[in-house]
């Protein structure tokens, strides 16, 4: 069985900075961040592969960083700059799986 556990979320003020993180039980080729809003659909956040490739949706392009540490099965969302329509919850995914974490809330307010 597959688990996947996700850790750091919070509430933090707008233009602060938080960093998530999910280990995994196994190690996997393609890991990703998703989120989903109140009333909304769950969206794509950042993927990387083993090799290190990265891609990120537009609306945290330049803001959020995803990382891998191979050796421990987990990856890293570092969020810098955030923003009130940043509240969400975060769910770690493998890519092209049905395994997904259980979430963690992330809320940005003053």
């Known amino acids: 069985q597959v688990q996947l556990v996700e850790s750091g979320g919070g509430l933090v003020q707008p233009g602060g900075s938080l960093t998530l993180s999910c280990e995994a039980s196994?190690?996997?080729?393609?890991m990703a961040w998703y989120r989903q809003a109140p009333g909304k659909q769950r969206e794509f956040v950042a993927r990387?592969?083993?090799?290190?490739?990265?891609t990120y949706a537009d609306s945290v392009k330049g803001r959020f960083t995803i990382s891998g540490d191979s050796a421990k099965n987990t990856i890293n969302l570092r969020m810098n700059d955030l923003k009130p329509e940043d509240s969400a919850v975060y769910y770690c995914?493998?890519?092209?799986?049905?395994?997904w974490g259980q979430g963690t809330q992330v809320t940005v307010s003053s």
């Open positions: 990387i592969t083993t090799g290190g490739i990265t």
């Open positions: 196994r190690s996997f080729y393609n």
């Open positions: 995914h493998v890519w092209n799986t049905h395994y």
